[in-house]
């Protein structure tokens, strides 16, 4: 099955720096990245994906770029405000059975937007 | 337009007892999977329902099972609860011709004791 690994686990940033969170993936099949943003308490929220015929996507402050070869994908936010912080999860699809794919998570990053 | 909803929002049990949590996907949605979240970690695939049938099964035992109406809603049960069952449990909603996209619910946080 698909294995997805995701640094840093806990990141601190400025406020109006940029933030750069990292995940790779085991599974070649895997065609489908998408992130999620989870507050405290609170359902995680899809905020950008990306599929695998594209290699970069964005969308106003926030960006995610894949490598296919190299199995590595990675969110970047710029100009960080104190609402971004949250955790952040990167996720990636288990083809299985076709047409059933399931997402399959990382570890998670915990980022901190310092005021 | 309404979202994925869950019930209930908190639930104590005691080891060794049952407990069946309950899903009602977003409106249009026909395809619903389950995740386990315990606290720190990320979501973790249990299993997944279409046409009232499991489609996709991660690596949980089979004290956990599940179920979906003909309404596209859906049920979690889990039987003879250990320590270890307790974390917070969501559920997504998804199309079946775009499964892609998933819309997670607020959760069940469950403790067991």
């Known amino acids: 099955g698909e294995n997805v690994e995701q640094h840093p686990s806990t990141l601190s940033v400025q406020e109006g720096d940029s933030a750069v969170i990292k995940c790779t993936y085991s599974d070649s099949a895997s065609n489908y990245f998408p992130w999620y943003k989870q507050e405290l308490g609170k359902r995680p929220q899809l905020i950008i994906d990306i599929r695998s015929n594209v290699g970069e996507k964005k969308d106003q402050r926030i960006a995610v770029t894949l490598n296919k070869t190299a199995k590595h994908f990675s969110l970047h936010i710029t100009e960080t405000q104190p609402e971004d912080s949250a955790v952040y999860f990167c996720?990636?699809?288990?083809?299985?059975?076709?047409?059933?794919?399931?997402?399959?998570f990382g570890t998670g990053t915990r980022l901190t937007i310092i005021p | 337009d309404a979202g994925v909803t869950q019930s209930p929002t908190h639930l104590i049990k005691t080891r060794g007892q049952q407990v069946t949590l309950r899903c009602s996907p977003k409106?249009?949605?026909?395809?619903v999977s389950w995740y386990q979240q315990a606290l720190g970690q990320g979501p973790q695939f249990i299993f997944q329902?279409?046409?009232?049938?499991?489609?996709q099964r991660g690596n949980f035992p089979d004290r956990f099972s599940g179920h979906q109406f003909p309404n596209y809603s859906s049920e979690l049960n889990v039987n003879a609860l250990l320590l270890g069952d307790s974390a917070l449990y969501l559920c997504a909603s998804s199309l079946q011709r775009d499964l892609y996209e998933q819309y997670f619910g607020p959760g069940t946080r469950l403790t067991v004791t």
């Open positions: 329902y279409y046409e009232e049938e499991e489609r």
């Open positions: 996720a990636a699809t288990d083809s299985g059975n076709f047409g059933n794919e399931k997402l399959t």
């Open positions: 409106s249009g949605h026909d395809t």
